[in-house]
């Protein structure tokens, strides 16, 4: 399967911005995710890229996309305690198949 | 508003026992999908559905198998459940041709003992 890369924890102060990286593998990757998890849930799609562009802003979320170094990452703006949690991203590289990243433990301290 | 919906948030086993999970989605998907997520190494995919009664293996789909007789519900069983298939299990539903959106049920968290 692919491999897609994340760190593994970040820590940030209420108010202040976090961004979190990933790395992916397949150039040909035509969607790329990100999806938040909270403490004993399922996953939530948060926003996704199209491949064909750079960046994407939705309200307090930017995704920025680096093609030629196959990086992706996702900048929260005014972070608040409601956004602790576990950050995904995953790429579509075809035959309906996603991979994931390991996930990124995200902790805001108030 | 997608929904998927999963039959158990939480299940206790013995080793042995067949275990059904269940996932329905209510927005006519044509693709439904189990992972199971484990600490340390994410959501590794088990088995998809890309219609009814069609399946696909995914990358784990070693002591486990799937049944799609309707569309909107996708079950995952184990035949004779072991320990090392404590997890959580999350499925998920997207429609063909919107691969932009993948959608997830809430999880259920298998305990096998």
């Known amino acids: 399967g692919e491999d897609v890369e994340q760190s593994l924890f970040l820590s940030v102060r209420e108010g202040d911005s976090s961004v979190i990286n990933c790395t992916y593998t397949?150039?040909?990757?035509?969607?790329l995710y990100w999806y938040k998890q909270e403490p004993g849930a399922g996953l939530q799609l948060l926003t996704y890229i199209f491949s064909n562009m750079d960046m994407k802003q939705d309200q307090r979320l930017t995704v920025l996309l680096n093609k030629k170094d196959k990086h992706l990452s996702l900048r929260i703006a005014d972070t608040q305690t409601g956004d602790s949690a576990i950050y995904f991203c995953a790429e579509y590289y075809g035959n309906n198949r996603l991979a994931f990243g390991k996930g990124n433990q995200v902790v805001v301290i108030p | 508003d997608v929904k998927v919906t999963q039959s158990s948030r939480y299940l206790v086993k013995r080793t042995g026992e067949k275990v059904f999970l269940e996932c329905v989605q209510d927005?006519?998907?044509?693709?439904m999908f189990w992972y199971r997520q484990d600490p340390g190494l994410g959501l590794r995919l088990i088995y998809f559905?890309?219609?009814?009664?069609?399946?696909e293996k995914g990358d784990i789909p070693e002591g486990y198998s799937v049944s799609r007789e309707k569309k909107e519900r996708f079950s995952l069983i184990l035949e004779s459940a072991s320990t090392n298939q404590t997890s959580m299990y999350l499925c998920a539903s997207r429609n063909t041709g919107r691969e932009e959106t993948q959608y997830f049920g809430p999880g259920t968290r298998l305990l096998v003992l």
């Open positions: 559905s890309y219609d009814v009664k069609m399946k």
């Open positions: 927005m006519d998907h044509e693709n």
């Open positions: 397949d150039s040909s990757s035509t969607y």
